[in-house]
Every structure is written in structure tokens, then in C-alpha cells.
């Protein structure tokens, strides 16, 4: 068992905040986050016998990136090597993974997963020649893996390849499920990729096909949520035989929750503020389950009902969330009052999330397991035979 592990990052004032004459309300210490309430007491902060005022949550990391001057600054690059290390690493062991962004619209979800392409390209999983271990600039070496890509992104409750090719350029794909493997999207194209570089290409030019729209909160929000994800195939020697661990990574990026009101839509926005609304709603729902079922140390028999199949967001997400798979949420936040009660709601789905537990367990050959497990067992019993006889 391993709970999903969390992380808060908080981003800068933006330019609408400022302009707002929007005040901070968001500290970090260590690994918990506050939040402070104005409207129930400005000089909180600094006091003593705050009450209800501020509302603190732990987390496994709190993340300050609201001012690069300040010591506390966190940067991309630490992000990664805190996070994007460890569900590397996780992969080539052979593990499944998932980092998933969580947060209201404009809060920095794809900031954090995708970088920023201009002055900061460091994404969740590291620098253009980084730690991809194997993967790198050069090619891959003979005992690393073969690694798969696939881009898809949910839009207005349809799957879209972002990656098409020819046979699914502008189709909508179905979701099916596979009896040991989980749910899956019927016909995604796949691309074999060598390098880094290769990686990141790939992130680029879906991330140009991705349905996004300029909103009051935010120039480039996102409308759809964006699922990359990268199979890791390795063949190795196991106990002499040839065996294989095929493992997952997938990176999420959510399309954020809003409010209609301070996105100012309407029309078509307002309709994909609606899907992107229910399939986050549904995704709450299933924290909230997973989290209250966990509760005890270990997954209950299922009194609750784990609504997976409320949004096709949350079935894709099945194994992540409550399955095999090692997790990391990354809640985003703004630091501004006027995002208040978005700020507050992340926060207390991003502590409910910590509770979730998950069963990773390295994905390999079944028969070479049963046989590594009877050699072992049959060295146990020639050991307490061997034992027997001395004795006798
Ligand atoms: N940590 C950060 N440091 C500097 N700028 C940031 C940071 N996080 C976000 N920003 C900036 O804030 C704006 C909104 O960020 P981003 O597009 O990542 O939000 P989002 O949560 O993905 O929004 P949406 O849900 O609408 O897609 C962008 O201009 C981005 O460059």
C-alpha cells in the first residue's frame, strides 16, 4: 500500500490580481500551507490567536513560487527533482505512475507540468537533456527500455488523439477495459520515442492541437484535460529466464475549475466550463470515496461506491487513483484574496487526496514470478532438510 503523495505549489500574483489590488494570503512554512481569511480578520497573519481565520494544511511538500527574490523560492527545477525523479525512477523499476495537476483555472497546472516554453522549459519530468536516465540527447543504451508515447486529450466528455494519425485524425476514441489491465483508449496512436528531444517534440505538438481558449482568468486556459502518457517496456534476465516489466507513466493535466461568473462565459465556453465542472466534480466525488475507504489503514469492503464511471476523466484515471499505480497530485493555488474560496476548496481536496491509498506493485511476467517464488521455496525446504539431517 502507498498513499497518493501531495504537493501545493502557490504561483506568483498575476497581472488581473494585481491589477485588482489583490493581496497575499497564501504562506508556506516548511511543509504546510496556509490560507488566511480577510474578510474575518486582516492582521491574522502575523498574529498569534488567529481562530478560524487561518487555515493550515500539511502536506508531503509545500511549494512557495510567489517571488523569485524571496529565500523561500521554489523553482521548476526543484519541483522535478523532488517529484519527476521519483516517478522516473518508479518506471523503470518497473512501476506504474501518475502525476496528476489539480486547481482552479489560471492557478499554474500546466505552468508546472508542461514548463513554460519561453523563459523556464523545465517540465515535470526534467531538462531537454536531464534525468530521463537512458533517455537522453544521444540514444538509448542496450539495457534500457522501449519506450512507448501516446498524447490523448478529453474534451467536452469525447477522447481526442493529440498525437492522430492517419486512421484517427479527427475521430472521437472510445474508452475500453481491459480485464487485468485497466481502462484504456481504444485505437491511440503510439510512437516510439528514443530520446528526450523525441519527448518532447511529441508534448509540443499536441500541446498545439489542444483545445484552448483565451478566458477572463486566464489568456490560454486549457478546455480540455490532457493525458500524456509513456509505456516503459524492459526485458531483462529473471531467476535465468527471460522475463519483461511494462509499466505506465502517465502525466495529467487538468483543464481548471471556474466559476462562470469570473470567467465571463458564455456560449461555447460556458458549455466546456460545464464538462470540464462535472468531469472535476466527479473527480472530487472519487477523492472523497477513495479517501473515506481508506481510512484505517487499508482499502475497506466496499460499502461506498467508487463512481469511476461518472466521467470518462476519472475512469482513465481508475488505476491512479485507488489502484496500481504510485501517485503524486500537485495542487496548484493562486495567492491572491480574490481567489479565496477556489484556493480553500483545492486545499482541502488536496488533504482529503493524501488519504487515498494505492497497491503499486511492479507489473511483470506472472509465470516468471511463480517460478522465481518455487526456487525460492524449493531452497527454503533443501535448507531445513539439509538442517534435518545434520541434526539427526
Ligand atoms: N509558478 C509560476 N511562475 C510563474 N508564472 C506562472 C507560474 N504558474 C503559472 N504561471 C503563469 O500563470 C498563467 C496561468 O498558468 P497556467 O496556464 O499554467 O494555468 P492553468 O492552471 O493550467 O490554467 P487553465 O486551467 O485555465 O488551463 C500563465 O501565464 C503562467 O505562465
Redesign the pocket.
Known amino acids: 500500500m502507498a498513499s497518493v503523495r501531495v504537493a501545493v505549489?502557490v504561483?506568483?500574483l498575476?497581472q488581473r490580481e494585481k491589477d485588482l489590488s489583490a493581496k497575499v494570503i497564501i504562506q508556506v512554512d516548511g511543509h504546510k500551507t496556509s490560507v488566511l481569511n480577510m474578510k474575518d480578520n486582516f492582521h491574522c497573519m502575523s498574529g498569534e490567536s488567529c481562530g478560524e481565520s487561518v487555515k493550515s494544511f500539511p502536506y508531503d511538500f509545500s511549494y512557495d513560487?510567489m517571488d523569485s527574490t524571496s529565500p523561500s523560492f521554489v523553482t521548476q527545477e526543484k519541483i522535478f527533482t523532488d517529484l519527476g525523479t521519483d516517478v522516473l525512477q518508479a518506471a523503470f523499476e518497473g512501476y506504474n505512475a501518475c502525476v496528476f495537476?489539480y486547481?482552479?483555472?489560471?492557478?499554474?497546472?500546466?505552468?508546472?507540468m508542461m514548463g513554460?516554453p519561453v523563459d523556464d522549459p523545465i517540465k515535470i519530468l526534467g531538462r531537454r537533456t536531464g534525468r530521463l536516465q537512458c533517455v537522453n540527447e544521444a540514444s538509448i543504451l542496450a539495457a534500457c527500455p522501449f519506450l512507448w508515447a501516446f498524447y490523448f486529450e478529453i474534451y467536452n466528455e469525447r477522447v481526442r488523439d493529440l498525437l492522430p494519425s492517419t486512421e484517427t485524425q479527427g475521430c472521437e476514441l472510445r474508452v475500453r477495459e481491459h480485464p487485468k489491465d485497466g481502462p484504456y483508449v481504444e485505437a491511440l496512436s503510439r510512437h516510439h520515442v528514443q530520446s528526450y528531444t523525441e519527448v518532447g517534440q511529441l508534448m509540443q505538438e499536441g500541446n498545439r492541437r489542444r483545445a484552448?481558449a483565451s478566458?477572463g482568468?486566464?489568456?490560454?486556459?486549457?478546455r480540455s484535460h490532457a493525458i500524456f502518457t509513456i509505456h516503459f517496456i524492459k526485458a531483462m534476465f529473471d531467476a535465468d529466464l527471460p522475463s519483461e516489466t511494462v509499466s505506465k507513466v502517465h502525466l495529467v493535466?487538468?483543464?481548471?475549475s471556474?466559476r462562470a461568473n469570473a470567467t465571463q462565459a458564455t456560449g461555447i465556453r460556458l458549455k466546456e466550463g460545464a464538462n470540464i465542472n462535472k468531469s472535476l466534480v466527479t473527480l472530487g466525488i472519487v477523492i472523497s470515496a477513495l479517501a473515506d475507504l481508506s481510512v484505517g489503514g487499508g482499502l475497506k469492503k466496499k460499502q461506498n461506491f467508487v463512481p469511476y464511471r461518472d466521467s470518462v476523466l476519472t475512469w482513465l484515471l481508475k488505476d491512479s487513483l485507488g489502484g496500481n499505480s504510485k501517485t503524486i497530485m500537485i495542487a496548484?493555488i493562486s495567492p491572491a484574496d480574490v481567489n479565496y474560496s477556489e484556493t480553500l476548496n483545492t486545499l482541502r481536496y488536496a488533504s482529503r487526496a493524501k488519504n487515498i491509498l494505492n497497491k503499486p506493485t511492479v507489473n511483470e511476467d506472472s509465470s516468471v514470478k511463480i517460478i522465481r517464488e518455487l526456487r525460492a521455496e524449493i531452497a527454503r525446504l533443501k535448507a531445513l532438510l539439509s538442517a534435518g539431517n545434520q541434526v539427526s
Open positions: 505549489r504561483r506568483p498575476s513560487s495537476a486547481g482552479q483555472t489560471g492557478s499554474g497546472k500546466s505552468y508546472t513554460n484552448t478566458t482568468m486566464n489568456h490560454v486556459s486549457s493535466d487538468l483543464a481548471g471556474e496548484t
